[in-house]
């Protein structure tokens, strides 16, 4: 018998050459087949070595086993088709495992396309659609008894038990199922046994408490008011413009490569006849570290970036990509942007939650059952040393029975952390506590800010901690505690765990906690910092990483904003610091350092009930300091009462009275910001007192940085911004949490203007939450002075006539002739002000 000899199998790895890299990352927005994506490389193509036949090709990169499987295949088809719509004349792709170093070109034809589109047609229109129902309102997670929600229309059930058993999300899967009532599932169907060991895993408020999660999150989605990304490719860029929510026709004027950026500043295109442009100063419409993208005449989202500088004509702004390697005579625009957190995200991980472990199971008695928190009675060993005296000894009474209480926690403990009580200092002992004691501590907070302001004072007490996340989102001072330095020369695995292994402490967002580091280790400790202001499934994602948790807050403080009025009703707004709050639970810091006397009562009669105590009696006594008094002598009466400095004058309200018809009526409206008035809240009548008082403040002695601006609306602080001096600061009510001036002026804006009764509902809710007004009213440390129509405001809603009840006795009339008040002077100087801007 003679062995034939096997026919040639065919070589189908590619052998062309790249001979050039168009691009990394190409992020790629196509509304015409409602795909987006981002391209690993786009590259020029020699199909044979020898040849000088060149085309574009998408290269997709992957990691993982060899296998050229068809979903890999089915990013090149959707690839080339995108490309395809952008003018390339490409027909195939190349898929490359980076592990075996094998590519194979990826043809794509019709038949796949045609596939690949009406699947994800199916799927966006289950997508378009709530999964969940809900029926009834009540607490979010406290659904006992019937149950409030149903499933909406859904998809076939698969039947792929490999897949099915290894799935993350495998439980919810069975949830939804179960709850279907047209869904039939066979007895031999791995979802049936899975649903078996869920319901005697779980308990029905446990999975009730998830799917109402869901329902909310998914109302919050579609009732969500930022539409940023619809917009770019609904509206014409003179419209967006119009709305201010835009700035086109720009041209790149320079690039400057910073760190890893590259910095990009934009202005207007010099036009032979000049466009009249509906925006005249580019700070009406973006502030620093606003999120934007950046599109061209024929791409939508071309790339994305912080803004870094604003000014009247220019914005400056870091970018991953120099956008002139591109073209250099490209006319863009800029759009606001909003990062929020993505709704799979949030949905994935309340998902997790039924999940059958260890983890979870304690979780849903914590959050869900609210099972109270549980103590020792003994002090672990080691408090009575030296060291963990000194920590404790630098604490007033209340800070030491919050330590003490964490450290004899099983479980979980609240400190709720009022203004002014030295919350921030007294996480910082507990860290640097628990560090000594050898415990391995995960902070968290809301805010990159808030993370970085406890790592910025741990950083003074030399504790060692690593800071996860963008390098430009982290606090410069910070840099070399990054994750990026830290792991920077390790070139293998084992020297990069060596490095995350040795951190006991570690700093991250909620929304950033799920790092793969945190999914392959469990700390002793999780603090939460603002657990107030996190909607319950974001704070989750740290709690899966931890054995103990400390909630940091104050429910009085702002809460997560939730724009759905429907998911309101539900709970949604409803944080785990309320939720689990009680004498039992909770540790109450009442000493403040912050606020004088006058001010820290208003906050007692206003929120606290009398809770807050003065923490010495020079901080009660305190009140704002004028270098040269003297000055206030060339000013108006009213000027001269409005910035007294007797302490029973810390508190000062201006009524501004009835200016609503005066409003639409002034030069400088008419002449600047006529259009705003459609959908925009800005009053410039108080504007100008502001701008008065602060020039006064400033010419007194009083350094920029101890004064402080806060407004409830983004379109009054946007024309704040340009006639007020740049280094004051000036901001909403959300962005001043945690901060503090000596010197406060808050400007309501709200009057009866003609039209304001038809526009956006969200902004008015601003000033309805008596929680943002305690905010704004307890930044203040010497000076409050608040500027608004009383009327107008004691009307408005139960919170601000609760106020200005308080606050009657200092309220000062604002009248044209009384101590020298003057509408028209104030306006004149303001109009001089912008003209010289013009």
Known sequence: YIKGIPPAVPDK??????????????????PCLGLKGKIDVTAEVKIHKNSNTKKIMPLEIKTGKTSFALD???????YVMMLKVLGYEVDSGLLLYIKDNQMQEV????????????????????????SVTLSRVGDAGSFYGNKSWEPTELPDLTNYPRFCNSCSYNSLCCVYTSADRNSKVDENHPIAELTKALYEDCEQQHIDYVMNWIGMLEMESLSSHDNSQLNVWSMKPEVREHRRIS?????????????????????RIEQETPLKYQVKDFREVFT?????????????????????????????????????????????????????????RILGTVAVLLSPNDITRRLRKILIDRQPARFEEQLPKGLDSPTARKILDRLNKYQKQALLAVVKANDYVLIKGMPGTGKTETLVALIELLNYLGKSVLVCAHTHNAVDNILLKLQKRKVNFMRLGGTYRIHPELAHRSEAVLTKDCDDPEKLRLIYDKQNVI????????????????????????????????????????????????????????????????????????????????????????????????????????????????????????????????YEDWVKKSLSTELKNSIVVLNTGGIAKMLLHTNLNSKKNKEQYTGKYSNWY???????????????????????????????????????????????????????????????????????????????????????????????????IIIGDVSVLKEYGEPTKKLFSILKDSVIDLKPGVDGFNWEKLLVDLVKINDEDE
Not at 115 to 125: E, H, V
């Open 13 to 30: 790895m590619f052998h062309g050459h790249i001979s050039k890299i168009q691009d990394i990352e190409e992020n790629v927005w196509l």
């Open 72 to 78: 890999h295949k089915g990013q090149l088809y959707l």
């Open 107 to 130: 043809k794509s034809t019709v038949h796949e396309q045609r596939g690949l589109i009406s699947m994800r047609n199916t799927m966006a229109y289950y997508l378009s659609m709530p």
């Open 247 to 267: 700035i086109t026709n720009l041209k790149i004027n320079s690039v400057v490569k910073i760190s890893n950026k590259d910095r990009h500043e934009f202005v």
């Open 288 to 344: 620093v570290d606003d999120y934007v993208m950046i599109s061209t005449a024929i791409r939508y989202h071309v790339c994305s970036g912080f803004v870094t500088n604003v000014n009247k004509n220019s914005i400056s702004i870091n970018l991953d990509r120099d956008l002139t390697q591109y073209k250099k005579d490209e006319i863009y625009s800029v759009d606001q942007y909003s990062i929020k957190s993505p709704l799979h």
């Open 507 to 634: 700093g991250v967002t909620c929304l950033g906690a799920g790092h793969i580091l945190l999914s392959k280790k469990i700390f002793d400790y999780c603090l939460v910092d603002e657990c107030s202001q996190i909607l319950q499934p974001v704070l989750l994602r740290p709690l899966f990483s931890a054995h103990k948790f400390v909630f940091v807050g104050d429910p009085e403080q702002l809460p997560a904003v939730v724009q759905s009025a429907e998911a309101r009703k539900h709970g949604m707004n409803q944080d785990i610091f309320s939720r689990l709050d009680s004498d039992n639970n909770t540790r109450v810091l009442k000493y403040q350092y912050r606020m004088n006397e006058v001010i820290m009562d208003l906050a007692n009669k206003y929120t606290y009930k009398g809770e807050l105590i003065v923490g010495n009696e020079m901080i009660g006594k305190a009140t704002v300091q004028l270098t040269h008094p003297e000055v206030l002598n060339s």
């Open 686 to 784: 108080e504007i100008s007192v502001v701008q008065r008082l602060v020039r006064a403040l400033i010419n007194s002695g009083v350094k920029t940085e101890d004064i402080g601006i806060i407004a409830p609306f983004r379109a009054q602080i946007q024309a704040l911004k340009t006639v007020i001096e740049e280094d004051v600061e000036i901001n909403t009510v959300d962005q001043y949490q945690g901060r503090d001036k000596s010197v406060i002026l808050f400007s309501c804006t709200r009057s009866n203007v003609p039209g304001f009764e038809s526009r956006n509902q969200l902004e008015y809710r601003i000033l309805e939450d008596p929680k943002r007004i305690n905010v704004a009213v307890t930044r203040a440390k010497h000076k409050l």
